[in-house]
């Protein structure tokens, strides 16, 4: 089957109902559609590539492997699952060279260890610890000055307060 052919176009490239009609149909108006006829509701899929997960790869691989010494038994296997054997050659060359297996730890960063996650809480804790004391020892700063200050102003400036004033 030609790739046209696979596309739903027609031997000349042309698309339209034209393209798909049987052998000896003629082609009279081929590609102006009556203006009653709706779209068909039937929608074609966009093929999409497989993905295989690496614990199936290693499943399907072991199990290959278990069936060596039974002829037609990993055909039958590729059959079933619906693979080609350059799947299982791609596959066993990635099980041999430790790809699989480096495959299925899960992606990402690696989690810190505990020590350093409460290292860092901790640290965190001090800084804010600190942070409230500066705060606090300026509040105390400025309260004593306030309190200096009244105190200044609560004294008598005009009396004298050795001699006494009844004679």
Do not use: C
Not at 69 to 74: F, H, L, N, R
Not at 135 to 145: D, L, P, S, Y
């Amino acid at each position: 089957m030609s790739v046209f052919a696979r596309n739903g176009h027609g031997a000349n490239g042309a698309d339209g109902p034209g393209a798909e009609r049987a052998v000896g149909e003629r082609s009279s108006g081929a590609g102006v559609r009556p203006l009653a006829e709706a779209p068909g509701p039937e929608l074609i899929e966009r093929a999409q590539r497989r993905r295989f997960t690496s614990a199936y790869k290693l499943a399907i691989v072991r199990e290959a492997d278990g069936l060596a010494q039974k002829p037609g038994e990993i055909g039958a296997l590729l059959r079933r699952e619906g693979l080609y054997s350059s799947h299982l050659t791609k596959w066993r060359r990635q099980r041999d060279e430790g790809a699989l297996e480096a495959l299925s730890r899960p992606r990402g960063r690696h989690p810190a260890p505990a020590l350093e996650v409460e290292n860092s809480q901790l640290r965190r804790r001090l800084e804010k610890a600190e942070a409230e004391l500066a705060t606090a020892r300026k509040v105390i700063e400025v309260q004593g000055n306030v309190s200096a200050l009244l105190g200044q102003l609560m004294e008598p400036r005009g009396a004298n307060t050795d001699k006494s004033t009844a004679t």
